[in-house]
Nanobody, 123 residues
Framework: QVQLVESGGGLVQAGGSLRLSCVTSGLTFSHYNMGWFRQAPGKEREFVAAIVQSGLGTTYADSVKGRFTISRDNSKNTVALQMDSLKPDDTAVYYC????????????????WGKGTLVTVSS
């Protein structure tokens, strides 16, 4: 059974930082592209960042570019999202995602989802 479990969410003031982590099990982690998505209240889920299997390639949504950094550790089956210079607009439930196709993932077609972790940024 595939599981993706996020942690690290919480309440932070604008300008602050948070680091999200996602631990996976039940899949061959190094075979999967990993990503983060988010869903703000009343809005559709949107792509945030993705990283290829090797960790040598990444892509970001324009809204987070330069502020967020995605990374992975294939020895620990984990992916992380370092979020700096947080803004109130970053408030959302953040979801970890895994997909065999990088192109599919960035378009929202994901094989596996986590249950999400809530990030709240106060002004």
């Amino acid at each position: 059974q595939v599981q993706l479990v996020e942690s690290g969410g919480g309440l932070v003031q604008a300008g602050g930082s948070l680091r999200l982590s996602c631990v996976t099990s039940g899949l061959t982690f190094s075979h999967y592209n990993m990503g983060w998505f988010r869903q703000a209240p009343g809005k559709e889920r949107e792509f945030v960042a993705a990283i290829v299997q090797s960790g040598l390639g990444t892509t970001y949504a324009d809204s987070v570019k330069g502020r967020f950094t995605i990374s992975r550790d294939n020895s620990k089956n984990t992916v992380a999202l370092q979020m700096d210079s947080l803004k109130p607009d970053d408030t959302a439930v953040y979801y970890c995602a895994a997909d065999l196709s990088f192109a599919s993932m960035t378009a929202g077609g994901v094989d596996y989802w986590g249950k999400g972790t809530l990030v709240t940024v106060s002004s």
